[in-house]
């Protein structure tokens, strides 16, 4: 009989699992979400075609040899820009405004001392003659007064025009006043120049009159800054680039860069425009039916699910316009693009046997669009695994940080390899790589809070709140523990029986375990109307008739539905409370009232009107309950009788049509089935009965044997 039930099932299942694909096949919504996602990647798609080359430094020219066919001029190198940007940052060229009011006030003031100490006519004249040319050349502050100049000239501006001046034509304060001394001493050497202009207070006319400006120095030095050219020298039409099979050398690099530069800039795509867009419309085709094959082979429920499925195609797409972004920004901004938060993005939601895969083809466009794409592909790929291992332990707090020091390490490794396949690991232009790889990992960390916005956009739920929902010191399974503490305990028993058997079958066991302990909340509302929660002496169903006890027993779905909804739980845990009991029977009333003389034909007043188990977690909740339940009823443990339950429990649901639209197996029910036999016999082992203590006149101390744990 049990083996004719299994072939039914069996059959029917396949019938199921074929009717499922037709209707997935012909699901319109499916191919409206691909659609879009298709138009979405080709307005992202960058126009332009790619290099008709590919080259490594320290590998051959696999190509013709090839000369260069237009002229074009020869990019330095990183390291070369560097260098000069470094020496143009050491030369600081001070700028100075020459002031002419200066040099008038000190004549004036000249003037003023002639009357007040009748200073000879003759020495006033050859005064006024040396600070004229003084002034008119130029009188800098001291040096002592600025900051040490790297330069051998200035900068002066007369009026609004500015001029390179030699500090040697220049005057300082200190040195115009010995001009002055040395001009009085060699053409009047009648008069004592050294005691005579100090008494008359000639020094103090000797002022600065350029000022220095210390914004125009800066911008002027900013302007030399971006002024250093990028490029050296040219390379004419005709010239040899390369012989085939030469190794590429950091010189035929410089030009081989320098020639596609050129390339990219003067030619773009000289092919057909159309044969380009053909191009970009196959490659996005080929991404998106690839993630389509890939989830309809791992688990293809999904494409049922309009969330779940628009979900991963927004991940694919997020991926691939920030690669288009990157690229179109600066080709190096796609190191520091985190990609590794997509596959957390999904881990999220989803096993990992199914994010892994769809991760890895969200990086294909790496390849397609970057320069170096298998560098960029590889270093991704490491990053995504390393992050799907690393937080599944380090989840919490500050470790999380832990993760992006992880992922960090596991790139830069990574890009050091590349680095010595090329023979330069430590030259001056991977350390901006490096820095964006930083940024890469930790960005995998700042960004992941995002996944709780696209959880309630979704309308999904996460690992983090389906661990916040087990968490037994929240508010909902506090009260069910304080008002139905019966009820409390068995389903704490029935989730540790349900997601050790849905762990044998590779399912969801956080969330089974969510839904076990969720599924009986209903009987928050009415706790004494279950035997598990009634207090000693107390009888609620005596004076009830069958079809009451029935009722009030079938209500806790719905209250709990209700509970539920109240206090926001995910749509995917009512699931389990619908679910739990699908549409079977209270069979003990029924049985008391077919006894009573009632009709047997009436069934529906003892029928449970929810919803049949679609996915294996709510099958694996529905079989745990039953036998965690019935498990309390037996009076032997042995092997043979838990055995017998189990397998009766099970029968009776397939007999029932109860897992008619489940999406198991008769393979992985009979390894749930082993999985509940031997965790029902580990609980309810064997106990010692040890021999009472006997007195010394041989008569027991006690009347009755002490039952132990053995443990």
């Known amino acids: 009989m049990v083996i004719s039930a299994k072939l039914v099932y069996f059959c029917d299942m396949?019938?199921?699992n074929v009717n499922k694909t037709k209707a997935i096949l012909k699901k319109r919504s499916v191919y409206v979400s691909l659609s879009l996602a298709f138009i979405v990647m080709m307005l992202f798609f960058p126009n332009e075609g790619k290099f008709p080359y590919e080259y490594h430094k320290g590998r051959p020219w696999m190509y013709e040899t090839l000369v260069a066919p237009i002229d074009f001029p020869i990019l330095k190198t990183d390291a070369e820009l560097f260098a000069e940007k470094d020496a143009a940052a050491s030369k600081v060229v001070p700028y100075y405004i020459y002031d002419e009011s200066v040099g008038l006030e000190q004549q004036n003031a000249l003037a003023h001392l002639q009357v007040r100490y009748s200073i000879p006519s003759d020495l006033e004249r050859e005064l006024q003659d040396a600070l004229r040319h003084i002034y008119e050349e130029g009188i800098i502050p001291d040096k002592s007064e600025l900051s040490p100049s790297r330069t051998s000239y200035v900068i002066v501006q007369r009026e609004k025009r500015a001029t390179e001046v030699l500090l040697t034509d220049l005057y300082t304060v200190a040195s115009a006043w010995q001009y002055v001394k040395n001009d009085i001493f060699i053409n009047m050497p009648q008069?004592?120049?050294?005691?005579?202009?100090?008494?008359?207070g000639v020094d103090k006319l000797v002022q600065p009159n350029l000022?220095?400006?210390q914004q125009n120095t800066d911008l002027l030095h900013k302007e030399a800054m971006d002024y250093i050219s990028p490029t050296k020298g040219m390379v004419y039409s005709g010239q040899l680039i390369v012989t085939q099979g030469e190794t590429i050398t950091a010189e035929i690099q410089q030009l081989l860069d320098s020639y596609k530069a050129e390339y990219e800039l003067s030619y773009g795509y000289t092919g057909n425009?159309?044969?380009?867009?053909?191009?970009?419309?196959?490659?996005?085709i080929v991404v998106l039916l690839l993630v389509y094959v890939t989830i309809y082979f791992v688990n293809f429920n999904i494409l049922t699910e309009s969330n779940r499925f628009n979900f991963i195609l927004l991940v694919v797409l997020m991926a691939f316009m920030a690669t288009a972004v990157a690229r179109q920004l600066e080709p190096h901004f796609m190191y520091m693009v985190p990609y590794a938060v997509f596959a957390l993005y999904m881990m999220a939601f989803f096993r990992n046997r199914l994010v892994f895969p769809i991760y890895m083809i969200s990086l294909l466009p790496l390849l397609v669009i970057?320069?170096?794409g298998i560098e960029l592909y590889m270093l991704n790929l490491v990053a995504g695994g390393i992050a799907l291992v690393s937080f599944s332990f380090l989840y919490r707090g500050w470790l999380q940080f832990l993760n992006s020091l992880l992922i960090f390490v596991g790139m830069f490794i990574l890009h050091m390899a590349f680095r010595m396949m090329e023979g330069g690991v430590f030259e001056v232009a991977n350390y901006r790589i490096i820095s964006f790889i930083f940024c890469n990992a930790f960005l995998v960390v700042a960004a992941y809070p995002l996944v709780f916005l696209l959880e309630k956009i979704?309308?999904?739920v996460s690992v983090a709140t389906l661990k916040d929902l087990s968490d037994t010191n929240n508010r909902l399974l506090q009260e069910l523990a304080r008002k139905a503490p019966g009820t409390f305990q068995h389903s704490l028993q029935v989730a540790n029986l349900a997601e050790r058997?849905?762990?044998?079958?590779r399912g969801n066991s956080r969330l089974v375990k969510v839904g076990a302990m969720y599924h009986d909340i209903g009987k928050i509302n009415n706790p004494q109307c279950f035997i598990e929660n009634q207090a000693p002496g107390v009888q609620y169903h005596k004076d009830l008739s069958?079809?009451?006890?029935?009722?009030?027993?079938?209500?806790?779905?719905?209250?709990?539905?209700e509970i539920a909804k109240k206090h926001n739980l995910p749509q995917i845990v009512i699931d389990f409370i619908t679910s739990h009991h699908g549409r079977s029977q209270t069979a003990y009333f029924y049985m008391q009232y077919c006894n009573n003389g009632g009709d047997p034909a009436n069934t529906a007043d003892f029928t449970y009107q929810g919803t049949l188990p679609t996915a294996k977690e709510q099958v694996v909740v529905m079989m745990a309950d039953a036998v965690e339940a019935a498990s309390r009823t037996l009076k032997d443990y042995s092997a043979e009788s838990i055995s017998k339950l189990v397998e009766g429990i099970t029968s009776q649901r397939i007999n029932d049509s109860q897992l008619a639209m489940a999406d198991i197996s008769i393979k992985e029910i009979n390894i749930v089935k082993a999985v509940f036999k031997k965790h029902l016999q580990e609980i309810y082992h064997a106990r010692i009965a040890y021999p009472p203590k006997k007195e010394e006149s041989g008569t027991s101390k006690r009347d009755v044997l002490v039952n132990e744990d053995t443990e």
């Open 14 to 16: 396949d019938i199921i």
């Open 191 to 200: 008069y004592n120049a050294d005691s005579l202009l100090t008494l008359y």
């Open 211 to 213: 000022l220095f400006s």
């Open 273 to 284: 425009i159309w044969q380009l867009y053909f191009a970009h419309v196959f490659i996005c």
């Open 370 to 372: 970057s320069e170096n």
């Open 458 to 460: 979704f309308m999904l």
């Open 501 to 505: 058997a849905v762990l044998a079958i």
């Open 546 to 561: 069958p079809q009451e006890s029935a009722k009030e027993i079938i209500r806790h779905v719905a209250d709990g539905v």
